[in-house]
């Protein structure tokens, strides 16, 4: 071996994977941990309005930020609990769109 062929190998499998062998390997676990990660976030989750704190109400509840999660909270408190969601819908800011669009995930119990 002359010059640098001492310290460098080039071999087909070199070439079909490209620098880093596994390459291939690293980008399928990234892509199915984002996959996983979107279908997870996607999912809202049913959320006991009476029960639940402002951190589960904006995270499982489409539409509710954190100040938002934090009033409804502090409206139970101050009110009692909502029976309803016409009773959520006396929270401000909380809108007839807000609740009907997470319907199906808010439990009164």
């Known amino acids: 071996m002359s010059g640098l062929g001492r310290f ?9 994977n490209g620098v880093f062998p596994k390459a291939g390997k690293m980008r399928s676990l990234l892509f199915t941990l984002f996959a996983v990660l979107l279908f997870n976030t996607a999912q809202a989750g049913a959320v006991n ?5 402002a951190p589960t109400i904006s995270r499982e ?3 509710v930020s954190r100040p938002l999660a934090q009033r409804i909270v ?5 009110h009692g609990p ?3 969601a016409q ?6 800011y909380v ?3 807000l609740i009907e669009r997470n319907r199906a995930n808010i439990l009164f119990e």
């Open 87 to 92: 009773d959520l819908s006396r929270v401000p």
């Open 8 to 16: 460098f190998r080039i071999s087909s499998q070199s070439h079909s």
């Open 82 to 84: 909502f029976r309803s």
């Open 49 to 53: 309005i009476n029960k639940a704190d």
């Open 95 to 97: 809108g007839d769109a």
């Open 74 to 78: 502090q409206h139970r408190r101050d």
């Open 61 to 63: 509840l489409d539409g």
